[in-house]
């Protein structure tokens, strides 16, 4: 793994089912974050995890769901899907100081 | 409240120069980024300003004015791949990034 990765590049997904996007990153960064991109709109921070053990909500928190067991692994699960989650999901870590994020590649998510 | 205001899409010919404006409003801050997205893929880091004033790094440049809320990017000697959208993303007193919606750069020949 070189810098963060996330897994599945693009899904489909039936409503109401449950999903998790999975997140890792091997820079050691301490803090981590989910947004989503949806056209015409920025990216908007879902829950972020400043360190290893804690999380904290962002400006569109609902219906979504993370956990931080360790450093490097930052999984979103969505408890029961909803064609309004349809998005482009970005992983980013960073250093709290650190004047860099680093985005993952994405994840593609269609809710029918 | 936190907002960031930048134009939606921008035209440019190519070898020509543009300036990307973006003005913000946040709660404390920390710091000032620019990005870069191509179509279908990650944002990727292009410059930062925490101090005002112009940062130049090859053909792009980054300014800052704290006290006027306002920064630009400056792309010199536009090139076809710099079709693409930028993003202005000032951080704020939680050291949390507030993302404007980009703006969409279409280079011409």
């Known amino acids: 793994i070189a810098g963060i990765t996330q897994a599945p590049t693009s899904q489909i997904l039936a409503a109401g089912r449950r999903m998790t996007l999975r997140c890792t990153q091997d820079m050691r960064h301490n803090a981590m974050y989910w947004y989503r991109q949806d056209l015409g709109l920025g990216l908007r921070l879902i829950h972020y995890s400043n360190t290893a053990g804690t999380t904290g909500k962002g400006e569109v928190p609902d219906g979504y769901s993370v956990s931080r067991a360790n450093t490097d692994d930052f999984p979103l699960t969505l408890a029961s899907a909803v064609p309004s989650q349809t998005s482009v999901y970005f992983c980013?870590?960073?250093?709290?100081?650190?004047?860099?994020?680093?985005f993952g590649q994405g994840t593609r998510l269609t809710v029918v | 409240g936190q907002n960031i205001d930048q134009p939606t899409e921008m035209t440019a010919t190519e070898g020509a120069i543009v300036q990307i404006n973006c003005t913000y409003q946040?709660?404390?801050?920390?710091?000032l980024f620019w990005y870069q997205q191509h179509a279908g893929e990650a944002p990727t880091f292009l410059s930062y300003n925490v101090l005002d004033g112009l940062e130049e790094k090859g053909r792009f440049s980054s300014f800052l004015s704290r006290s006027k809320g306002y920064s630009y990017l400056l792309l010199k000697e536009l090139q076809m791949k710099d079709s693409a959208s930028y993003l202005c993303a000032p951080m704020d007193s939680n050291y949390q990034l507030i993302w404007g919606a980009g703006t969409k750069l279409i280079i011409k020949p």
């Open positions: 946040t709660s404390g801050f920390n710091g």
């Open positions: 980013a870590s960073s250093n709290r100081d650190s004047t860099e994020a680093f």
